[in-house]
């Protein structure tokens, strides 16, 4: 990727959390340049400010110096272009797995307003999005109906209906057991080829890290900065036979080295 | 088989407390006007079956028309008093202050204002149940996770959108649960207005009775308010099982 393509834009961004009688220096002087379509991962210890991270370039918090800039605009409020996920599943119990999917639609515009009247195409869209992670037949059920997993599958469908052109996810597989988890690293791996949105995946697990991402970015413990930046080669779509090769096993030994650096130098 | 038994519970209890009841008067020889048998109560309800029914329709109206308006308000207020930090700074004290006073110190005022009858009875019910419905609505706004609300703020969503897709609906189960008690509160709201200031309802009816020692029929006052009170009780209650399912849906697998 060459800078100038490049889609996200962190300039020196630093993060303070102001609360009555303390403050905390959450995020260090980031600076980050991420192009159109990459995939991104963002690892580090726990507490290190990965979800922080996320919420500026969303735009849920504002940096407290620097610039985050997103398409060439600087970030200033929610984007309206980003779809989240997150570690829970965070879907509204009271609509059954179609209507938390279709939620994004009725809130973004364009869709917002013309959603009534073109309900059923924006259905049948959801549907085909549901069918891709393998959640046919299960649309009109609840959330609290569906496993752990499923519950994921639909989370990133609802990330994903309003194709967005960012999607941010906060460690959207930390929650479910190893064989899902690994099962659900095809799926997005799917996604991802198939829409090309810029992805930032913020996880502990490097070997999620090597599997999915174009580019990891290794983060220190708190205040978080950025310690290494590493891409990886691989050719896609990666498989699971994959991560049990030299060329993957290798650059995650190389992460898990660098962590322990990051913990030890705390 | 346990199924059953489990339903029917609540039958054999009633049965069993009525008999016991029974026996208890027999036994002891008890004076009717001072506690009537379950015979004489039932007696005294076919013999005033017709004043009885008139009476009771007055309560069972002001009791739903002062409910119906705790409703509103209640639902309005609670859901301002949740969505807005300065209405439930401005609100809250004053509400908690009101909610103080004895309702029964209220009704000779509401009496100098609209006269005896109907009108008290129906502002007693409603003052006495609008209260609960607007601290469960606001509680109900005030524990939203954040989660939730990330997910609509990430999309760019407006205050009025979050409250639309996450308050209200988030809310309804604490709307719900409130009716419940809210209804029988406002039917002792309407029955304690009456028995001071009315010539007409159940209130007034057993007012009436206890002053001529027709304790039978005071009795029989009471029977039907619980009857209609299990009836409105049972109604919200299915209107909570009917809309929120969502948030019920534990209860299930007892059954």
């Given at each position: 990727m060459t800078a100038n393509s490049s889609f996200i834009e962190l300039d020196r961004v630093s993060l303070t959390y102001k609360s009555r009688n303390s403050s905390t220096h959450a995020l260090d002087e980031i600076t980050m340049s991420i192009g159109a379509g990459e995939f991104v991962a963002v690892v580090g210890p726990s507490g290190c400010g990965k979800s922080s991270l996320l919420k500026l370039v969303s735009g849920l918090h504002l940096a407290t110096s620097g610039v985050v800039a997103v398409?060439?605009?600087?970030?200033?409020?929610?984007?309206?272009?980003?779809?989240?996920?997150?570690?829970?599943?965070?879907?509204?119990?009271?609509?059954?797995?179609?209507?938390?999917?279709?939620?994004?639609?009725?809130?973004?515009?364009?869709?917002?307003?013309?959603?009534?009247?073109?309900?059923?195409?924006?259905?049948?869209?959801?549907?085909?999005?549901?069918a891709l992670v393998g959640l046919s037949g299960f649309e009109q059920k609840y959330p609290w109906e569906l496993s752990g997993g499923m519950q994921q599958r639909s989370s990133l469908c609802r990330a994903l209906i309003h194709e967005p052109q960012v999607l941010l996810l906060d460690e959207p597989f930390g929650a479910l057991d190893a064989f899902t988890r690994e099962e659900l690293w095809g799926v997005l791996q799917r996604l991802w080829l198939d829409r090309k949105p810029t992805m930032i995946l913020v996880t502990h697990d490097l070997r999620e890290a090597v599997y999915l991402a174009d580019t990891i970015y290794v983060m220190t413990a708190r205040p978080g900065r950025i310690m290494s930046k590493t891409s990886v080669e691989l050719s896609r779509p990666r498989t699971l036979k994959d991560t049990f090769k030299s060329e993957f096993i290798e650059p995650v030994q190389a992460l898990r080295i660098q962590i322990s650096e990051v913990m030890g130098a705390e | 088989?346990?199924?059953?038994?489990?339903?029917?519970?609540?039958?054999?209890?009633?049965?069993?407390?009525?008999?016991?009841?029974?026996?208890?008067?027999?036994?002891?020889?008890?004076?009717?006007?001072?506690?009537?048998?379950?015979?004489?109560?039932?007696?005294?309800?076919?013999?005033?079956?017709?004043?009885?029914?008139?009476?009771?329709?007055?309560?069972?109206?002001?009791?739903l028309v002062g409910f119906a308006m705790a409703i509103v308000f209640g639902l309005l207020l609670g859901l301002a008093i949740g969505i807005e930090r300065a209405v439930y700074d401005g609100i809250y004290p004053m509400m908690i202050a009101f909610n103080s006073i004895p309702k029964v110190a209220i009704v000779p005022l509401l009496v100098i204002w609209f006269g005896i009858g109907t009108v008290p009875a129906i502002m007693t019910a409603f003052l006495i149940s609008f209260f609960p419905i607007v601290v469960n609505v606001a509680t109900g706004l005030a524990t939203i996770e954040p989660e939730l609300l990330d997910v609509l703020r990430s999309l760019g969503a407006r205050k009025h959108q979050i409250v639309m897709r996450i308050g209200i609906p988030r809310s309804m189960p604490y709307f719900f649960a409130s009716l419940k008690v809210a209804i029988t509160l406002a039917f002792i709201g309407s029955v304690v207005s009456e028995s001071i200031a009315s010539n007409v309802g159940i209130g007034y009816l057993m007012m009436a009775a206890s002053?001529?020692?027709?304790?039978?029929?005071?009795?029989?006052?009471?029977?039907?308010?619980?009857?209609?009170?299990?009836?409105?009780?049972?109604?919200?209650?299915?209107?909570?099982r009917r809309f929120t399912f969502w948030a019920t849906r534990a209860n299930d697998i007892v059954t």
């Open positions: 398409a060439g605009q600087p970030v200033s409020g929610p984007l309206k272009i980003s779809g989240m996920a997150f570690q829970n599943a965070t879907l509204l119990p009271w609509r059954s797995t179609l209507d938390n999917v279709l939620l994004p639609l009725q809130i973004v515009e364009p869709h917002a307003s013309r959603f009534n009247k073109h309900r059923d195409k924006y259905e049948a869209k959801a549907r085909n999005l549901l | 088989m346990t199924y059953w038994i489990r339903r029917t519970v609540p039958i054999w209890a009633t049965i069993l407390f009525i008999v016991f009841w029974q026996v208890f008067c027999g036994v002891f020889r008890i004076d009717s006007f001072i506690l009537p048998a379950p015979t004489e109560v039932v007696q005294s309800l076919m013999q005033y079956h017709q004043p009885i029914m008139m009476h009771a329709l007055q309560t069972l109206f002001t009791t002053a001529r020692f027709d304790v039978p029929l005071v009795f029989a006052g009471f029977v039907v308010i619980s009857i209609m009170g299990i009836i409105m009780y049972e109604m919200t209650a299915y209107a909570e």
